[in-house]
């Protein structure tokens, strides 16, 4: 599977953003995916992510109620819809998807990876 992150770029704190990662190879609908952040001098941490049915989603305390994980296995796209955004979402974006596993928080759960798209809030 690859993917192909995109969608990021500078907005002023409260504004919205959504990205989108679209996949390519491997069957789509049976990876669970995910969206994680990382900022400079930071591990990379969990955002959101959505099973493989899209029946399940998660989200890290730090998000949750601002943005929404949603997937189209038409399109073998995963997007991240932001809202309220603040300074701390100043970050590297990156969508990756797991096989055979239901949502994760955890990096190394995930077998694929994005190159990555940066978020910047400006306060």
């Known amino acids: 599977v690859q993917l192909q992150a995109c969608g990021g770029g500078l907005v002023q704190a409260g504004g919205s953003l959504r990205l989108s990662c679209a996949a390519s190879?491997?069957?789509?609908?049976?990876?669970?995916l995910g969206w994680f952040r990382q900022s400079p001098g930071k591990e990379r941490e969990f955002a959101a992510g959505i099973s493989w049915s899209g029946g399940n989603k998660d989200y890290a305390d730090s998000v949750k109620g601002r943005f929404t994980i949603s997937r189209d296995d038409v399109k073998n796209t995963v997007y991240l819809q932001m809202n309220s955004l603040k300074p701390e979402d100043t970050a590297v974006y990156y969508c990756?998807?797991?096989?055979?596993?239901?949502?994760?928080?955890?990096?190394?759960?995930?077998?694929?990876w994005g190159q990555g798209t940066q978020v910047t809030v400006s306060s």
């Open positions: 190879g491997r069957t789509f609908s049976s990876y669970a």
């Open positions: 990756a998807a797991g096989a055979g596993i239901g949502v994760s928080r955890h990096v190394d759960r995930y077998d694929y």
